[in-house]
């Protein structure tokens, strides 16, 4: 291997925490078993920070998604540590998990803090709310230890929920936002950032390796960067607006026709989100291209045609990026589905794409908090 063995707590330079994650049943099956097959995207601009850790034990867990895989990891909150299972979440920046007060059916599936049980939590009386377009939480803001493997952030502020509305399905108790800093929740300062005021962390980094394999290899990795993951060079993209993993994207393309993005556009690369999520217009053009028929919310293609379809082709910093039929349809249960989504804009946004688990088990990402810039390498 050519990444330095992870040291516990001690601030080292070229220390490298890797963390595992899992795949698990996909969240398309489980929406659609239980009716709630409905886009899960936040109202809120999405927003991201730098997150790296220190920790040397190896733990596979899932990711969040609209309707594909999620990518969960395991951290303790409390003293003595209460474990949850939460979205390691580029697109946000709070950590927040259910309460033991709450009321909602979401809070009794899922495991609930109980604040009582730690001899750490410091409790306040500040509220927070969050909206998403097919959901909502609100509650209070605590502090407590948070561990993730053996990083440790004291006195961490975060959300404990008492209403949740939309999560009922979804397999996973909390998220904890890797973005930048923003002012979701008033004084929340984000677990990354905390990690690095404390010490705790040296290199402002991290990265995400989504196997498309079936085993559970994939990991996220904070605090540098392990060259096994991925083959050549990276190659780096200046992030567009500093505050969010936003960055230019100069084109997208089948059989070298340029199909969208078509004077250059934005896209966010999101960890929790599986899809490819774009405008209603250039995504409407490309599920044309791919021969996809309506089916309620979403898109059928013909499975023999998996075969013969062209790829697309994402140009961002003058490199191509090519995402294949393989990649862009899903089988499940027999049909297979485009995983080209419709996002909503807002009023006079410009063009601005999501670039989910799709695109990123193919390309191993590194977010460079330090350097405000985002690295990309095909995967391994």
């Known amino acids: 291997m050519k990444w330095l063995g992870l040291l516990g707590l001690v601030t080292l330079s070229e220390c490298i925490v890797i963390i595992p994650l899992t795949q698990m049943k996909t969240m398309r099956e489980t929406l659609r078993e239980r009716n709630l097959l409905t886009d899960f995207s936040e109202e ?21 998604n609209y309707k594909d895989l999620v990518c969960i990891g395991s951290i303790n909150i409390g003293t003595p540590p209460q474990e949850f299972q939460v979205l390691f979440d580029t697109g946000s920046s709070s950590l927040w998990v259910p309460s033991i007060y709450c009321q909602s059916p979401s809070c009794y599936k899922h495991k609930s803090f109980i604040p009582q049980n730690s ?50 399905a979804l397999p996973f108790d909390g998220i904890l936002g ?17 990690l690095r005021k404390q010490g705790v962390i040296s290199e402002p980094v991290f990265a995400f390796y989504l196997s498309s394999q079936q085993e559970n290899r994939s990991v996220v990795m904070f605090g540098g960067v392990d060259r096994a993951y991925y083959k050549g060079e990276l190659n780096w993209v200046p992030v567009s607006q500093v505050g969010m993993w936003l960055i230019n994207m100069d084109s997208i393309s089948v059989n070298r026709t340029v199909v969208a993005c078509k004077r250059g556009c934005q896209a966010l690369l999101d960890t929790g989100t599986s899809l490819l999520l774009g405008p209603r217009g250039p995504v409407s ?21 998996i075969g013969t379809l062209p790829p697309v082709v994402f140009t961002i910093n003058g490199i191509d990026y090519p995402v294949p039929a393989q990649a862009y349809i899903q089988s499940l249960s027999g049909r297979c589905f485009s995983n080209f989504l ?21 390309y191993f990402s590194v977010f460079d908090r330090g350097n405000n810039r985002i690295g990309l390498a095909p995967a391994v």
Request: glycine letters at 8%.
């Open 44 to 64: 809120h601009p999405y927003s991201l920070s730098q997150n790296a850790t220190n920790d040397q034990n190896i733990i596979y867990h899932p990711v969040r």
């Open 119 to 168: 001899s750490t939590f410091q409790v306040t009386n500040q509220i927070f709310n969050i909206k998403y377009s097919s959901g909502m939480i609100n509650g209070y803001l605590g502090y407590d230890t948070v561990r993730i493997g053996k990083l440790v952030s004291v006195a961490q502020p975060f959300g404990l929920s008492l209403k949740e509305f939309g999560f009922e």
């Open 178 to 194: 890797l973005g930048y800093p923003r002012p979701t929740v008033v004084g929340a300062t984000p677990v990354f950032d905390n």
């Open 285 to 305: 053009k490309i599920q044309n291209l791919i021969h996809a028929r309506p089916f309620g919310h979403e898109h059928l293609v013909s499975c023999q045609t």
């Open 342 to 362: 419709v996002r909503r804009q807002r009023v006079n946004e410009s063009e601005t794409w999501i670039l989910g688990d799709v695109f990123l088990r193919l």
